[in-house]
């Protein structure tokens, strides 16, 4: 008897036991927190991007102690909702991710793409949109949109080359190259991808260079894009029978405008887009300006006048 009491109370302890077991609490599983939400740019300069969120709906198994936030420039991690990510280049692509942690681990990552501001003025921003988004002839279908060569592109060079054309076709290698790294021009010596073809020729054989070529112009450009703005190639023709003064602002502004800024105005005497005739011999700040703006990575291809100042802004 006292043998099947004994036997029969190990069995209710062991039953009670693993009643205990399946009945313990979910609560005890060690678990992160839930992903953070809002996850949103609160302000973009040209070399940093502030970052806020909103903190996860549910903390875990233990309080949040913190978020881990990386970036382009590395990783950072804050007790706050905020981060101040530094380092950063103008107008450029950011991806942006964060994640609570809490001392069981960390949540799922959310992760949001943004950029930096270009540091640009809104006058250079406003004379980059009139001149880039402009055109004097053709636009190859695509007027109102940013038309760009991606990549590294070359000049080929044929005609009546002087010495001081060369002179002059070097100088304009190196100003655009200071500006626009991204994109850098050289002078061709053999075919490439993205060729840009210069001739120097007398006016009256100037058509025969360039069969869009239209009368009363001493110097001229076409280009051919893929439909989407992206330039594959372009032609630039200059007369060689007017003065060297004429023939190296011509070098100069048509082989600009072979690259995507394409347009004339009247705003700006001292610049190479200037609509009347000058012989501005170099580029002006603005100029410059002008050219760094266009080659940012923010920029592209097809692109509306909104969407530049959009991407200019950053955020």
């Known amino acids: 008897m006292r043998a ?20 313990a609490p979910a609560s005890a599983a060690r678990r992160p927190p839930s992903p953070v939400r809002d996850l949103q740019i ?6 940093s991007l502030l970052v ?17 936030v990386t970036a382009t420039a590395g990783t ?25 942690r809490n001392a069981d681990g960390r949540s799922r990552t959310r992760t949001l793409q943004a950029s930096t ?30 038309r760009r060569f991606t990549g590294p592109v070359e ?3 044929d005609g009546s080359v002087g010495d001081a054309d060369r002179l002059t076709i070097s100088a304009i290698v190196a100003d655009w190259n200071a500006a626009c790294p991204a994109t850098p021009v050289s ?61 190296d602002h011509l070098l100069r502004e048509e082989l600009t405008q072979v690259m995507g800024l394409s347009a004339d105005t009247d705003g700006y005497p001292d610049s190479v887009f200037y609509g009347p005739w000058t012989e501005t011999p170099a580029y002006s700040a603005l100029d410059r300006e002008l050219i760094r703006i266009h080659c940012l990575p923010v920029i592209r291809s097809g692109m509306t006048a909104d969407e530049v100042r959009r991407a200019l802004a950053g955020g």
């Open 187 to 247: 002078v061709a010596t053999a075919a490439t991808t993205n060729p840009v073809r210069l001739h120097l020729v007398p006016l009256d054989q100037m058509a025969t260079a360039v069969p869009q070529y239209v009368a009363g112009n001493w110097g001229f450009f076409w280009y051919w894009s893929n439909g989407d703005g992206s330039l594959q190639r372009g032609e630039v023709v200059v007369a060689t029978d007017i003065s060297q003064s004429a023939r």
């Open 117 to 146: 501001s270009s540091g640009a003025s809104q006058e250079a921003i406003d004379y980059y949109i009139s001149v880039a988004l402009g055109c004097e002839y053709g636009c190859d279908g695509l007027p109102g949109a940013v």
């Open 4 to 23: 099947r009491l004994a036997a029969g109370l190990v069995a209710l302890v062991a039953l009670a036991l693993l009643a205990v077991a399946v009945a």
């Open 52 to 68: 806020s969120w909103a903190p996860p709906r549910r903390q875990g198994s233990s309080p949040v102690i913190g978020y881990r």
């Open 76 to 100: 950072v991690t804050v007790s706050g909702s905020t981060a101040t990510i530094t380092g950063l280049s103008p107008g450029n692509p950011v991806s942006v991710s964060v994640a609570a």
């Open 155 to 157: 000049w080929s060079v």
């Open 42 to 47: 609160a302000s973009a300069a040209s070399d």
